[in-house]
């Protein structure tokens, strides 16, 4: 099974997807943590280029390309290979966060989006969990991170707002494979929701 986590950031993706990782091992099922951009060697030295320095280094376009390219290595170092395995594959973001970050919300990039995963990668996950949560909120738990990986979060409270209506619609034009969750909750919570929602979906 092939699992992705969205939101927008600091929703508490990389947190929940630790902990769902956690509750399936314990449940007794082989699990593959991995996160996007990044996940595989070459595609987390992408990744430095992505999440660092100044917020126009790239335009959307290119950054459609990178975040393309690591996602296919992603693909086929760690992902592929883990699911031929018969591990369970948990991925903080996929191909929705290109979507939404690169496809919805500077300019119409939609199509270019669409066209590139379809040509590059044409994989979708079984399940995506989106953390849905006020984008005020979310923000401040990031930026307090101090990461130094912060040149999205750069782009601000509306450009966070965006992005939230973006994962909705997705969540609305896809009900099958994604599921909405309230990611405003004590971590403990939304973890045990999530793990039901997974245990379900593998009934
Ligand atoms: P993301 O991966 O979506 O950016 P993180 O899991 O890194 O989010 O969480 C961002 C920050 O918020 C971290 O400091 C984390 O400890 C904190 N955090 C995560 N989940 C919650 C929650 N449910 N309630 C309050 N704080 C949280
Ligand atoms: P991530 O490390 O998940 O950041 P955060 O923990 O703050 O949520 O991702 C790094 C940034 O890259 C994040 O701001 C979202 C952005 N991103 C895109 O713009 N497009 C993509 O396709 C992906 C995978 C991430």
Request: proline content about 3%.
């Amino acid at each position: 099974m092939f699992i992705s986590l969205e939101g927008i950031d600091g929703s508490g993706k990389s947190t929940q997807a630790r902990l769902l990782a956690e509750g399936l091992h314990a449940a007794g099922h082989e699990v593959v943590l991995t996160r996007e951009p990044g996940g595989a060697p070459g595609a987390e030295e992408i990744r430095r280029l992505l999440v660092e320095g100044a917020t126009d280094r790239w335009s959307a376009e290119t950054e459609i390309l990178l975040f393309t390219a690591a996602r296919r290595d992603h693909l086929e170092r760690t992902i592929r290979p883990a699911l031929a395995d018969g591990k369970i594959v948990i991925t903080d973001r996929f191909a929705d966060s290109t979507r939404v970050y690169q496809g919805a919300t500077r300019g119409d990039l939609r199509g270019l989006v669409d066209g590139i995963h379809e040509l590059a990668i044409a994989v979708e996950p079984d399940l995506t969990l989106i953390l849905d949560m006020d984008p005020a909120v979310a923000l401040d738990r990031g930026l307090a991170r101090g990461s130094g990986e912060d040149r999205f979060e750069e782009f601000g409270l509306e450009f966070q707002v965006a992005l939230r209506d973006g994962f909705k619609g997705l969540a609305r034009r896809n009900p099958r494979r994604c599921r909405l969750i309230d990611a405003s909750r004590e971590p403990a919570e939304i973890a045990r929701h999530l793990l039901n929602t997974v245990t379900q979906a593998m009934r």
